[in-house]
């Protein structure tokens, strides 16, 4: 069962097409594994649409035509049809299911590399220039403590990880600014998570803030 949700606020930005990208395929993932958030964001869409129609009726039949024209100009499809064999990612010989939306992403998924940790990291390249991973956390792994210079959203794909605050599951979404700090764990199962970062992290416990100028292998 999913705990962690976007907050209402998120998903009215996402609805409306205010994220960032990276954040915004972070919530479609979400939204493609929470029937519950699902529900919410097609609420706000019918509550836009039933707005759109109000304010359409204050215009002119021509301009509507051409608002119109300009809307379904794309013949670019919204959905790509996503075949069993698009929808696995493997690593270490374990494969892992990806959602729809993230699946549609995995030509833009580059090749995992080594973290210290027993960490693994994949960069997903949307072309925005943001610091996207997809983050491979072994059984018996750990992230040293920190908080961010800025912020951090993951969302669990599959496996479970826990931190000071609690355990987090498929579907889960945590959002963490500089004002948090925590130090993800796994114990008996490992972990594949999405996170997006706007800004480096920084070790804040013992020795490990000995890694802070290094944090570009966390952040990059």
């Given at each position: 069962?999913?705990?962690?949700?976007?907050?209402?606020?998120?998903?009215?930005?996402?609805?409306?097409?205010?994220?960032?990208?990276?954040?915004?395929?972070?919530?479609?993932?979400?939204?493609?594994?929470?029937?519950?958030?699902?529900?919410?964001?097609?609420?706000?869409?019918?509550?836009?649409?039933?707005?759109?129609?109000?304010?359409?009726?204050?215009?002119?039949?021509?301009?509507?035509?051409?608002?119109?024209?300009?809307?379904?100009?794309?013949?670019?499809?919204?959905?790509?049809?996503?075949?069993?064999?698009?929808?696995?990612?493997?690593?270490?010989?374990?494969?892992?299911?990806?959602?729809?939306?993230?699946?549609?992403?995995?030509?833009?998924?580059?090749?995992?590399?080594?973290?210290?940790?027993?960490?693994?990291?994949?960069?997903?390249?949307?072309?925005?220039?943001?610091?996207?991973?997809?983050?491979y956390m072994d059984e018996g792994?750990?992230?040293?403590?920190?908080?961010?210079?800025?912020?951090?959203?993951?969302?669990?794909?599959?496996?479970?990880?826990?931190d000071e605050s609690g355990e987090?599951?498929?579907?889960?979404?945590?959002?963490?600014?500089?004002?948090?700090?925590?130090?993800?764990?796994?114990?008996?199962?490992?972990?594949?998570?999405?996170?997006?970062?706007?800004?480096?992290?920084?070790?804040?416990?013992?020795?490990?803030?000995?890694?802070?100028?290094?944090?570009?292998?966390?952040?990059?």
């Amino acid at each position: 069962m999913i705990k962690f949700h976007p907050s209402e606020e998120i998903l009215q930005q996402f609805a409306v097409g205010d994220l960032s990208p990276a954040l915004s395929v972070v919530v479609a993932t979400h939204v493609d594994m929470c029937s519950h958030c699902a529900k919410q964001v097609q609420e706000i869409e019918h509550l836009m649409a039933e707005k759109f129609s109000q304010t359409a009726k204050g215009i002119g039949s021509s301009q509507m035509d051409t608002m119109l024209e300009q809307i379904f100009a794309s013949n670019e499809p919204a959905y790509q049809v996503i075949q069993d064999t698009d929808n696995i990612i493997s690593l270490e010989g374990k494969r892992f299911k990806l959602p729809a939306t993230l699946a549609r992403q995995k030509d833009r998924i580059g090749p995992w590399s080594k973290v210290p940790g027993k960490l693994y990291r994949a960069p997903v390249n949307l072309g925005s220039g943001e610091c996207m991973n997809l983050i491979y956390m072994d059984e018996g792994s750990s992230v040293p403590e920190h908080t961010h210079k800025g912020q951090e959203a993951t969302l669990v794909i599959n496996g479970v990880f826990h931190d000071e605050s609690g355990e987090y599951r498929d579907g889960d979404f945590i959002l963490m600014n500089s004002h948090d700090q925590h130090a993800p764990q796994t114990q008996n199962e490992d972990c594949l998570t999405l996170a997006v970062l706007d800004a480096p992290m920084h070790f804040t416990s013992g020795i490990s803030r000995l890694l802070n100028p290094f944090s570009s292998l966390f952040f990059r």
